[in-house]
């Protein structure tokens, strides 16, 4: 039986298909808020039938969503195209992980699904970090304890900011220039972005550990996770589906309460 894992974030939305442990499929969509239900369950049924599976045989949904306004259109898609009602991750489910965060209830559902997947993949103490709209980074220490973490702009929205709120930048493509210093606008945006996102993954990542008072594996996920991977040295694994393998643990851990 195959679980359909759902990480709907402001930007994309990232989706994967478990059986069991091993993932048979994986895709990225646009988030769109306006949307039906209709219309995300004909593509996500499209793109079953694309990949030679069968909705049918979907056991369980789980889903974590930054993105509210969408939870009902996908709620009830997933009772429409597939028979089930999803499971959200939020209050109450069963982690496995101890959360100290003051307020459990403002923690994001993809940091509670990157925190569980980093500790059971790659042990502790682990700091993952996720280029998405927003750059987060989380820390989990050795006793399982997600201790918190911080939350930067995302590369792609600081670009974004920077070309809108001026009026002579252009917009500009993200890309790993060959320079720090550029010798064009265009250049000089490109390194300025690049290096400068260099430079405070691996300050908060030395901070992090500093407190830690112990080194700790750096797990990066998130669509430009690959973009930053190589020239930031302190990475140690690379993971684009850490959040989604997070939701199947989770699956795993909370399924019989649904019965």
Not at 3 to 16: E, P, R
Not at 68 to 74: H, L, Q, R, S
Not at 103 to 118: F, K, Q, T, W, Y
Not at 200 to 219: P, S
Request: glycine fraction near 10%.
């Amino acid at each position: 039986m195959l679980i359909l894992t759902l990480d709907i974030g402001n930007t994309n939305m990232k989706t994967a298909v478990f059986e069991g442990e091993e993932m048979v499929k994986y895709w990225r969509i646009s988030t769109n808020k306006t949307s039906s239900s209709d219309e995300y369950g004909i593509l996500i049924h499209s793109l079953f039938h694309h990949s030679g599976l069968k909705p049918e045989d979907v056991e369980g949904i789980i889903i974590s969503s930054v993105v509210p306004t969408i939870n009902f259109t996908i709620e009830h898609m997933c009772r429409s195209y597939f028979g089930k009602t999803p499971m959200f991750i939020g209050p109450g489910i069963k982690t496995g992980i101890n959360i100290k965060y003051e307020n459990p209830r403002e923690l994001g559902s993809d940091r509670i699904a990157n925190a569980v997947a980093a500790y059971e993949e790659y042990g502790a103490p682990t700091i993952f970090v996720d280029f998405g709209s927003a750059t987060t980074f989380g820390v989990v220490d050795e006793g399982g304890v997600f201790l918190g973490g911080c939350i930067c702009p995302g590369v792609k929205l600081a670009s974004e900011a920077l070309t809108n709120g001026t009026s002579k930048l252009p917009r500009f493509e993200l890309a790993r220039p060959e320079r720090v210093i550029g010798r064009t606008t265009l250049t000089n945006l490109q390194s300025g972005m690049y290096y400068g996102y260099i430079g405070l993954v691996k300050n908060i990542v030395q901070k992090m550990k500093q407190e830690l008072g112990k080194e700790a594996t750096v797990v990066a996920t998130g669509g430009l996770a690959i973009l930053f991977a190589e020239e930031v040295k302190c990475i140690d694994k690379l993971d684009g589906i850490l959040t989604l393998k997070g939701l199947r643990l989770l699956y795993e851990r909370n399924k019989d309460e649904k019965k």
